[in-house]
Nanobody
């Protein structure tokens, strides 16, 4: 399975971005998908996820502003990022695999994308 992200960039505070992650290969093995964020100088952490049953979750500080969704026809997961603030600056990596993701439990699935940079200046 290959995951390829797109959609990152530099955006001013208050703006919007849409990240996409397209899966190819043995995609039937993918259940949950999510986005990990690595802030400058910090460890990567789960930011948002959508499990196979459609359950979604986000870190608290973006709830109400970001929306994660799946497009099964395109084998993709998208993250609509609105009202952007500098606190979300970082590299965003798509993660997916056969299992579940949870903000409450440390763990990752087996497939990773290469990452895409999101920069929101303060």
């Amino acid at each position: 399975v290959q995951l390829v992200e797109s959609g990152g960039g530099l955006v001013q505070p208050g703006g919007s971005l849409r990240l996409s992650c397209i899966a190819s290969g043995e995609i039937f093995s993918i259940g949950a998908m999510g986005w990990y964020r690595q802030a400058p100088g910090k460890q990567r952490g789960l930011f948002s996820h959508i499990n196979s049953g459609g359950h979604t979750n986000y870190v608290d500080y973006v709830k109400g502003r970001f929306i994660i969704s799946r497009d099964n026809a395109k084998n993709s997961v998208n993250l609509q990022m609105n009202s952007l603030k500098s606190e979300v600056t970082g590299v965003y990596c798509c993660n997916g695999g056969n299992g579940r993701l949870s903000l409450a439990v440390v763990g990752e699935l087996e497939y990773w994308g290469q990452g895409t940079q999101v920069t929101v200046p303060s």
